[in-house]
């Protein structure tokens, strides 16, 4: 059966993928695609003032990604904090709950991420800020009882002012809940997920599956390394990495100095 498009939408293929827009948001250009969704940019005509719109993929088409959806959505809805990307919207095309098969979350537009600049040349101060951000924005959401859980350079979205916002809480959880470490993306797991996989909590969210003095090594050596730092070839080779010796050769860490 055809979907009975709402009024006020248009239909438009971006990327080789449909997407049915409010006649609000125009202009849309393709950001980005993962397993769970694809990303553009369009212009709010209202505020003149561009965003990024996220089209979940296939949201319904099982229990696992249908609870994936819901988390996000609800969550987003209530986070607000400077650090944490914000809802702006959410819409679908359809017109009944018979065809209600996507439907699409707006939110702020940032202009790349830490994954796309990773390597780049970065003074201290600008790394320190940018782990500063993430800090405030991880204390944020875990006082509010939520893991993110999927914390890695992928999902920290900046802009051209350095300004840093956490994304993509389709894995997040009430830290209550029982949990599994094999959602965090390999290279970016904390020791305390890698050996035990269940009942972590918020200690295990800053991920640096190497050793580490403090909290904040795994991304502020990751930034200039260009790679992720607990990077092997298998998830067991990161697990004995954590118990091995720090490279000496390696000199002290910079915020030691």
């Given at each position: 059966?055809?979907?009975?498009?709402?009024?006020?939408?248009?239909?438009?293929?971006?990327?080789?993928?449909?997407?049915?827009?409010?006649?609000t948001?125009?202009?849309?250009?393709?950001?980005?695609?993962?397993?769970?969704g694809?990303?553009?940019?369009?212009?709010?005509?209202?505020?003149?003032?561009?965003?990024a719109?996220?089209?979940?993929?296939?949201?319904?088409?099982?229990?696992?990604?249908a609870?994936?959806?819901?988390?996000?959505?609800?969550?987003?809805?209530?986070?607000?904090?400077?650090?944490?990307?914000?809802?702006?919207?959410?819409?679908?095309?359809?017109?009944?709950?018979?065809?209600?098969h996507?439907?699409?979350?707006?939110?702020?537009?940032?202009?790349?991420?830490l994954?796309?600049?990773?390597?780049?040349?970065?003074?201290?101060?600008?790394?320190?800020?940018?782990v500063?951000?993430?800090?405030?924005?991880?204390?944020?959401?875990?006082?509010?009882?939520?893991?993110?859980?999927?914390?890695?350079?992928?999902?920290l979205?900046?802009?051209?002012?350095?300004?840093?916002?956490?994304?993509?809480?389709?894995?997040?959880?009430?830290?209550?809940?029982?949990?599994?470490?094999?959602?965090?993306?390999?290279?970016?797991?904390?020791?305390e997920?890698?050996?035990?996989?269940?009942?972590?909590?918020?200690?295990?969210?800053?991920?640096?599956?190497?050793?580490?003095?403090?909290?904040?090594?795994g991304?502020?050596?990751?930034?200039?390394?260009?790679?992720?730092?607990?990077?092997?070839?298998?998830?067991?080779?990161?697990?004995?990495?954590?118990?091995q010796?720090?490279d000496?050769r390696?000199?002290?860490?910079?915020?030691?100095?």
């Amino acid at each position: 059966m055809s979907l009975i498009r709402k009024k006020g939408f248009y239909k438009q293929d971006v990327n080789k993928t449909a997407w049915e827009l409010p006649k609000t948001y125009v202009s849309p250009t393709h950001v980005g695609s993962g397993a769970y969704g694809a990303v553009c940019s369009a212009i709010d005509k209202r505020s003149g003032e561009k965003v990024a719109i996220k089209k979940l993929s296939r949201p319904f088409q099982s229990e696992i990604f249908a609870k994936r959806a819901y988390r996000e959505l609800l969550l987003l809805k209530h986070m607000q904090h400077e650090n944490v990307i914000g809802l702006l919207d959410v819409f679908t095309p359809a017109s009944s709950l018979r065809n209600f098969h996507d439907f699409y979350l707006v939110m702020p537009f940032m202009q790349t991420d830490l994954q796309k600049i990773m390597g780049m040349e970065f003074s201290e101060e600008k790394i320190q800020y940018l782990v500063y951000q993430m800090l405030k924005g991880l204390k944020y959401i875990h006082s509010a009882g939520v893991v993110h859980r999927d914390l890695k350079p992928g999902n920290l979205a900046v802009n051209e002012d350095c300004e840093l916002k956490i994304l993509d809480f389709g894995l997040a959880r009430h830290a209550d809940a029982e949990m599994t470490g094999y959602v965090v993306t390999r290279w970016y797991r904390a020791p305390e997920v890698i050996l035990s996989w269940m009942h972590y909590n918020q200690t295990g969210q800053i991920l640096h599956p190497v050793p580490a003095t403090d909290p904040q090594e795994g991304f502020h050596s990751a930034l200039p390394a260009g790679q992720p730092p607990g990077r092997g070839p298998a998830g067991e080779d990161a697990g004995a990495r954590c118990g091995q010796a720090p490279d000496s050769r390696a000199g002290p860490h910079p915020s030691l100095l």
